[in-house]
């Protein structure tokens, strides 16, 4: 079973598509698959065996604003094993509902949510 599972869509802009693409796949254990969107513009989307985590694309094209997130339903080992690989990690948080998570922010300093599984 997998340390982490993707929560809704997680489209990234970022500037260094080839750069962004490895270090996700290096840090989640990801595969890199090459994709276009509707305009033409390159983009890779990055999977496990099973399911998409992350898009990567150009920061010209409209986002939700969402902050992008993944589900663990071990939030201590997700985040020693973040931590191990040199990932930037914040502090294990709980929100509102009283859900714990951290965020992580990649090579160009986007934030991830890593947020415990319900």
Not at 38 to 44: E, F, L, S
Not at 79 to 106: K, M, P, T, Y
Request: glycine residues 6%; aromatic residues 10%; negative net charge.
């Amino acid at each position: 079973m997998s340390l982490f599972r993707r929560c809704g869509t997680n489209y990234i802009p970022v500037l260094d598509l080839s750069s962004t693409a490895s270090w996700y796949a290096d840090k989640f254990g990801l595969r890199q698959y090459p994709t276009k969107f509707d305009d033409g513009q390159k983009g890779v989307e990055l999977s496990d065996s099973e399911e998409i985590f992350f898009v990567l694309g150009p920061r010209d094209l409209p986002t939700d604003d969402e902050t992008p997130m993944l589900y663990s339903s071990r939030i201590e080992k997700a985040r020693n094993h973040l931590s191990s690989r040199g990932v930037s990690i914040g502090e294990v948080q709980r929100d509102r509902q009283g859900a714990r998570f951290f965020e992580i922010r990649d090579l160009e300093n986007n934030v991830v949510e890593i947020v415990e599984e319900p």
